[in-house]
């Protein structure tokens, strides 16, 4: 995968798969977002462990779906991945994908440099779809998501208690390369 770099004042922003060295900073980053932010993805109310990261880019890895971050003048302000949408093969043209910038990168275009590295890798595995969970009120995210095509796909109401409140998220969906408009190859991606 080749570096992607946009201008940030004077200095780039490069994209890069991710090392086994950038777990620490990606968890740092998850961490911050339980705690204080509007994560998408967050399943209970606890961060992954170490260990929990590293199995998951190793696993990302071996199936050649994207785990990618950010940096900044050497350090990681933000991180990137998709996964199966689901496990069962009628699913494998199907990637669910996640973002996460460092709060202090936050509208900077870190992630959206993030999101089209993401949709080119997943295109050229010959993913077909990629779908995204959207806290509702996350209006950038949501606004950075319908730049690059992703339409609303569905709303699930209450699905989250975090901060002492119930929050709906936004599924939001984009087709990938030939889309639904031709039947997938005989190999799926990603393999």
Known sequence: M??????????????????????QAMLAIYRHHVRNGV???VEGTGAPEPD?????RKNLKQTRLPHLVATYRGEVVGYAYAVLFRKRPA???T?????????AHLGRGVGRLLLQELIDA????????????IDADNGP???????????????????AYRHGRWSDTVMVQRSL????????????PGR
Request: glycine letters at 10%; hydrophobic letters at 35%.
């Open 95 to 103: 990637a669910k994908h996640s973002i996460y910038v460092h709060h």
């Open 52 to 56: 929990d990261l590293r199995d998951r």
């Open 122 to 133: 997943c295109a050229a595995a010959g993913f077909r779809q990629m779908i995204g969970y």
């Open 177 to 188: 390369g030939a889309g639904t408009t031709a039947p997938p190859p005989v190999t799926a």
């Open 141 to 159: 995210s949501l606004a950075l998501h319908e730049k690059f095509g992703f339409a609303r796909a569905g709303l699930l109401g209450g699905v």
């Open 2 to 23: 080749n570096e992607t770099a946009a201008r940030a004042s004077d200095e780039p922003v490069l994209i890069r798969p991710s090392r086994e060295s950038d777990v």
């Open 91 to 93: 699913y494998r043209y």
């Open 39 to 41: 994560p998408r993805d």
